[in-house]
């Protein structure tokens, strides 16, 4: 029997890949857990592994293509096994290479019995799944398209299901990955947190969110980072470079502390109800070539100064390369999107579902200010907090804001 | 509990009949001085004489003629054919006459009577003499076809067609005959229509009856071996067919097999996987399979007739392909 190598969502969010390297040739014997290509999801370079084990028989598409997830992209068999497919047609890139005969292609003829045709216009035939399956999908929100079917032709079966159910959620309702020992909270909703929920979602998008702004005075920040890095200047990393403490690492720091403080700014909405941690994990926003990813930093509570530094600057380096895992990216529990270094003086970002708030920075800036009655320049930041209003209401953002700022005014807050 | 064979069971269902209610009387080929060519109703002519156990000439569609006039005039006769094989030449009274009677008088005539006989085949009796006619009969409306695979059943399920009201096709297995199984003491009366779980199981659900249901009950004994749970379910009656009973198992199990002596084509078991997919559609993991006996005439040869019949390794063979384990 032969087996279809479906295009497998390899991040949570992953709706397309695209196949950047075959690993196995044609004609290659092939174990079951074996790399099969590399895929570039939307957020990482990954590896594509073989679900059974066989002979690579066919390469339904050329590297470089681009396919939506449950698509066929080669087929393993045994030896000489006879297969029938049409190659899927995506977005091959100009000049790709044609698919090359060989020995094992030979075998490869057309017959009405094997596999289930793929459509010239690259739309897959339709899953096969039996109709229990469908309807612990159906009960489930599971996208067949995803899951990877066990029984003839491929046809998804309970059992795949339930094997299948935790990676392969669809994004609208990703539930990011719990790893074990972890440590939270669930409060079903109350009739009053429901109706606000409701209310509010109709009023703006999925997620309802405000904004809060406030301008925070950095002087002691700024003043704080000058002395730890003079301290620190003979402290250097693996590559030589001193490794100072930046803003941003300071704001992480502030912002993990204050979140401990307000464990109603640090949670999930999970449809049913509202996961708050007691772990405090940080997604920072990372700009990369061609769009942006989240590094977490976890248990960032918990963390020094340098470590903070020491993990966003490794997970930052990783990130442009796109080798970042998914379990490296997924899981935060609050975000920090700073965008400073370009001048912007205040923005607002985007909620990451299913957290409940980010927190967008703007640069510090020198600016005339009163205080005490007198125009002084002062180093100010400008921070936008942005609120999922099903979980955190004006009053309870701006308490978090309100601490966020004392820390960032008093940095020996921090150490306290 | 006693412990009787599937021959004495019915005996003592036709004994107990036949002393309740005077209505009662057996008629058919060797019933009574021969006391039946497979000792069903040993004893009954000693006991209620040449009026109520009759002997016939070789005559299927004459003395199934008979008994249908009988029940016109409301006797409640039990019309023994020697197999169902030779019943193929009584067919005309059963499906035109006896299973039309109610319908075609405007309900003014009853038809109490009970056609029974062994079916199916036994060993190297050649093509003509082992054959399965359920789904024939099955077919018919008007007639309610029961075929019970357990000593318990087999007399419970006779008591329960001699006094039903309207025509009954009894099959009988004629391997079964010898086989031993309790039977409660008492008035044992089985209802029509009724399937039995002969065996528990979470897996795949076995559907069967009469002589399938022990070759069933084995197949469970070897897919235990591999971790595979069983459940078999005697359907014991044909038509009606107990829906309720197959719902409520495939539905639990999610994968079922359906195993019957007779041929494949249109068999009886085509009607209940028609059933299944039609009620319970949603709670189906894989196609429900059939096992069945071979589309061919049986052969005579033994070695061919083995592998025409259904068999234990069968029907695990094709549990496997329901579990996606082949």
Request: hydrophobic share 45%; charged share 25%.
């Amino acid at each position: 029997m032969a087996t279809n190598v479906l295009m497998e969502a390899l991040s949570p969010t992953m709706e397309e890949g695209r196949l950047v390297e075959w690993k196995k040739q044609e004609g290659d014997t092939v174990a079951a857990g074996d790399v099969l290509a590399e895929v570039e999801t939307d957020k990482a370079v990954m590896d594509l592994v073989a679900r059974a084990p066989g002979v690579m028989l066919k390469h339904l598409v050329p590297a470089g293509t681009t396919l939506a997830v449950g698509k066929t992209v080669g087929v393993i068999g045994k030896v000489g096994e006879v297969i029938s497919i049409a190659p899927a047609v995506a977005t091959p890139p100009p000049a790709a290479p044609a698919v090359v005969a060989t020995a094992v292609a030979a075998a490869v003829a057309p017959s009405p019995t094997a596999l289930p045709p793929v459509a010239a216009d690259g739309v897959a035939a339709r899953v096969k799944a039996s109709p229990l399956a469908r309807k612990i999908a159906a009960d489930r929100g599971v996208d067949l398209a995803r899951v990877q079917g066990s029984g003839p032709e491929g046809r998804v079966v309970a059992r795949d299901l339930d094997r299948a159910t935790p990676s392969t959620a669809p994004a609208a309702a990703f539930r990011p990955a719990v790893s074990a020992g972890a440590s939270f909270t669930d409060v079903p909703l109350s009739q009053l947190r429901k109706t606000i929920a409701k209310r509010l979602a109709q009023s703006i998008g999925p997620v309802p969110t405000f904004y809060l702004t406030s301008e925070i005075d950095m002087e002691r920040v700024w003043e704080a980072r000058e002395a730890l890095n003079a301290g620190s200047a003979a402290d250097r990393n693996e590559a030589g470079k001193a490794s100072k403490i930046s803003i941003n690492d300071i704001i992480i720091k502030a912002v993990a502390a204050a979140l401990k403080q307000h464990p109603a700014c640090n949670a999930w909405w999970q449809d049913d109800r509202i996961r708050y941690w007691n772990d405090v994990h940080v997604s920072m926003a990372v700009a990369i070539d061609d769009g942006l990813i989240t590094p977490v930093i976890r248990h960032a509570d918990q963390k020094s100064l340098r470590q903070i530094s020491a993990e966003s600057r490794e997970l930052a380096g990783r990130a442009r390369e796109r080798r970042l895992a998914p379990e490296e990216y997924t899981g935060g529990t609050f975000s920090v999107s700073n965008l400073g270094m370009f001048e912007i003086d205040q923005f607002t970002a985007v909620i990451n579902p299913p957290e409940a708030g980010i927190l967008a920075v703007g640069g510090t800036v020198q600016k005339p200010v009163v205080q005490d009655g007198l125009v002084v320049v002062r180093r100010r930041m400008r921070v936008t907090l942005s609120c999922d209003h099903r979980i955190i209401d004006g009053a309870t953002g701006a308490a978090f804001l309100k601490t966020l700022k004392l820390m960032l005014e008093n940095p020996l807050a921090l150490v306290w | 509990m006693p412990i009787l064979t599937y021959r004495d069971a019915l005996n003592h269902a036709l004994r107990e009949e036949m002393a309740r209610d005077p209505d009662v009387f057996l008629m058919g080929e060797e019933v009574g001085v021969y006391q039946g060519a497979y000792k069903v109703s040993r004893g009954l002519l000693e006991e209620f004489g040449p009026n109520r156990v009759v002997d016939t000439p070789i005559t299927e569609l004459g003395f199934a003629g008979v008994g249908v006039g009988a029940a016109m005039v409301g006797l409640r006769p039990v019309i023994e054919f020697m197999t169902w094989n030779f019943a193929l030449l009584a067919i005309d009274q059963i499906v035109n006459a006896a299973a039309k009677m109610r319908y075609m008088s405007g309900g003014q005539v009853g038809m109490p009577i009970v056609f029974r006989g062994p079916a199916g085949a036994a060993l190297q009796l050649g093509a003509q003499h082992s054959q399965c006619f359920e789904a024939m009969y099955a077919h018919i409306p008007g007639l309610k076809v029961i075929m019970p695979a357990t000593p318990a059943d087999a007399k419970g399920l006779l008591k329960a067609a001699i006094r039903d009201p309207d025509p009954v096709v009894f099959m009988e297995g004629e391997m079964l005959y010898n086989t031993k199984g309790e039977v409660p003491d008492g008035d044992l009366v089985v209802p029509i229509g009724r399937a039995d779980i002969k065996r528990a199981g979470n897996d795949v659900t076995l559907l069967c009856y009469s002589k399938t249901v022990g070759i069933c009950l084995k197949a469970a004994d070897l897919l235990e071996s591999e971790g595979i749970s069983a459940e078999v379910l005697d359907l014991r009656t044909i038509r009606p067919l107990d829906l309720e009973a197959i719902f409520t198992s495939v539905g639990r199990t999610h994968r079922a097999v359906m195993v019957e002596e007779g041929w494949y084509f249109c068999g009886a078991g085509a009607q209940v996987v028609d059933e299944i997919q039609k009620g319970i559609f949603d709670e189906l993991d894989a196609p429900v399979l059939r096992v069945t006996g071979a589309d061919v005439p049986m052969p005579y040869n033994k070695h061919l007739e083995k592998a025409a019949k259904v068999s234990p390794e069968k029907v695990v063979t094709a549990v496997k392909r329901v579990m996606y384990r082949e």
